[in-house]
């Protein structure tokens, strides 16, 4: 038995397995964008820790960040006594991150916490209760968050779920089938309008929430038409519109902001994974006329804003000003887009390439028929690319969506290489359809 095998099998026996494992595959130690298992293999890292580690693994200056702060204070809970860190950050994060003339921010541990507290804030603010939420959308895996998700399968037998939570279906295009970008964006607001009619009254909506791009839901971006509307709708009735860029933010599109793209604010947005360079910690940041309207101890947590995980997200915020991580999104987005797109032109099977910046998705069904998603294939390109030395991890409600969150570090040749690795993966376990396809047309 292998290192790795003993460890998971340790694991098996003392770990919940609600605790879910996507592969057998351990980590002992990474750098940059290597992860090296138990055994001493090396893999490239394409999952980024679930779109955590934009700025690589161990970044020694995030390191020294954080064992410096780990020798002056571990603790004291920002309810207790205000700690630097926590002030330093809040000030960072309201500078790179404005919403209008004045910002404040309020921090957490986690994606979900973030997104928990954000309807908070919204339902205070406004005296309302309805959320309105999108299929596709992941939001986390609290009670609160866990009603806003919308994949059936992160939900098995947790319920009864939480009141006032509306779903609307996402604004979702697809390039290469289905109805134009306007022809979507013209029936989904429609559909939101219409929605105030039959579905939840406007005026007892607090907040939409949506996330500029879909992480779980497979990498689909709303189009700019309808984030530009959605915008407008909320204006017009009042409603707090929340953007949640716990997978979308810190350059991963190349921007701080995926909402950058669209040229709008949003009132309330959320904040988590490459904030903190690998330690837990998550943001709320919203208009300073919205955040003020909270109650005085309804918001935060014992952990909220730990100060070493602050230290870590200061330290890493300025790794990515340094390194130019927003320039390196854009290219590294154009770099795996174009590759997506070479191998879509020689295979019938795939439905769309897809994403913004860095935060890039390609989707497999059988012929491209968006009905007949091919998440069993997917599971076995990633399989034999983990064989082969490469990390993926799925996204879409089918997982049938393979999705890079590389570190945004990574060199080109060692993307390259592990693009080399995906790419000839997924022409041999596809051999035989692209023939297929040239003998039929």
Not at 142 to 164: D, I, N, Q, R
Not at 332 to 346: D, N, T, V, W, Y
Not at 370 to 376: E, I, Q
Request: net charge negative; with cysteine.
């Amino acid at each position: 038995m292998t290192a790795s095998e003993k460890l998971v099998a340790r694991r098996q026996r003392v770990v919940c397995q609600g605790v879910g494992m996507q592969s057998p595959m351990t980590a002992a130690q990474a750098s940059g964008a290597i992860i090296t298992d138990e055994d001493g293999k090396e893999f490239i890292d394409f999952a980024g820790g679930i779109g955590v580690m934009n700025v690589g693994h161990c970044d020694p200056e995030v390191v020294r960040a954080i064992t410096e702060q780990a020798n002056r204070l571990l603790h004291a809970g920002i309810h207790v006594a205000t700690y630097e860190p926590y002030v330093a950050l809040c000030e960072r994060l309201v500078e790179l991150i404005p919403h209008g003339a004045s910002t404040k921010a309020m921090l957490v541990n986690t994606g979900a916490e973030a997104v928990e507290n954000a309807i908070k804030i919204a339902r205070q603010a406004t005296g309302r209760s309805a959320v309105i939420c999108y299929t596709g959308g992941f939001h986390g895996r609290t009670l609160l968050a866990t009603t806003l998700t919308s994949k059936l399968t992160y939900k098995v037998g947790c319920g009864p779920f939480a009141p006032e939570v509306y779903r609307l279906p996402f604004p979702l295009f697809r390039s290469r089938s289905g109805p134009s970008e306007a022809e979507v964006v013209e029936q989904e607001l429609s559909r939101l309008r219409s929605a105030f009619k039959d579905t939840v009254a406007a005026n007892t909506v607090a907040a939409i929430i949506i996330e500029p791009v879909q992480g779980e839901g497979g990498f689909t971006v709303v189009p700019q038409g309808y984030m530009q509307g959605l915008r407008e709708i909320c204006d017009e009735h009042g409603i707090v519109l929340i953007a949640d860029e716990v997978q979308t933010g810190f350059a991963r599109t190349g921007r701080w902001s995926a909402m950058e793209h669209y040229g709008i604010t949003p009132d309330l947005s959320t904040w988590a994974k490459s904030m903190g360079g690998g330690l837990p910690i998550s943001a709320v940041l919203g208009k300073a006329e919205i955040m003020d309207k909270v109650s005085p101890g309804t918001l935060g947590g014992t952990y909220g804003g730990n100060p070493v995980a602050c230290a870590a997200a200061l330290a890493t915020i300025g790794r990515m000003e340094q390194l130019g991580l927003n320039a390196r999104g854009e290219q590294q987005g154009e770099l795996i887009r174009g590759r997506f797109e070479s191998i879509a032109a020689r295979l019938p099977d795939v439905s769309d390439v897809r994403g913004l910046g860095a935060m890039m998705g390609i989707e497999f069904c059988e012929g491209g028929d968006p009905s007949k998603p091919s998440g069993a294939l997917v599971k076995h390109i990633i399989d034999d690319c983990r064989a082969s030395g490469l990390l993926l991890i799925p996204a879409g409600v089918d997982s049938n969506v393979i999705r890079v969150l590389a570190p945004l570090v990574i060199t080109d040749e060692t993307l390259s290489r592990g693009l080399d690795i995906l790419e000839r993966t997924i022409l041999k376990l596809t051999k035989g359809l692209a023939h297929a396809s040239a003998k039929g047309a």
